[in-house]
Nanobody
Framework: VQLQASGGGLVQAGGSLRLSCAASKRTASNNALGWFRQAPGKDREFVAA????????YYTDSVKGRFTISRDNAKNTVYLQMNSLNPEDTALYYC?????????????????WGQGTLVTVSS
């Protein structure tokens, strides 16, 4: 399975971006999907995840109320709508496919990773 993330860019604080991640195979429709990010000099951290049916979502506390994860299984695509961005959101954002259908926040529960898309938020 290959994951292709897109939608990153440069945005001013308070702005919005929508990230997309397309999976190459339909098998992704039966798996949880997630987004992680890695800021310069920091470890990779969990951002959001969604169950294969789309009925369960998890978010890290710092993005709750600002970010929304969603998926379109017909398109094998997961999205991350990011609103009210701030400079602390600057990072390389990765999408990942879960090992199973259940949602997890742990990176070891994801086995396929996209190449990352860079989000830069200026103050």
């Amino acid at each position: 399975v290959q994951l292709q993330a897109s939608g990153g860019g440069l945005v001013q604080a308070g702005g919005s971006l929508r990230l997309s991640c397309a999976a190459s195979k339909r098998t992704a429709s039966n798996n949880a999907l997630g987004w992680f990010r890695q800021a310069p000099g920091k470890d990779r951290e969990f951002v959001a995840a969604i169950s294969w049916r789309g009925d369960i979502t998890y978010y890290t506390d710092s993005v709750k109320g600002r970010f929304t994860i969603s998926r379109d299984n017909a398109k094998n695509t997961v999205y991350l709508q990011m609103n009210s961005l701030n400079p602390e959101d600057t990072a390389l954002y990765y999408c990942a496919q879960g090992r199973g259908s259940q949602v997890s926040t742990r990176p070891e529960q994801f086995h396929y990773w996209g190449q990352g898309t860079l989000v830069t938020v200026s103050s």
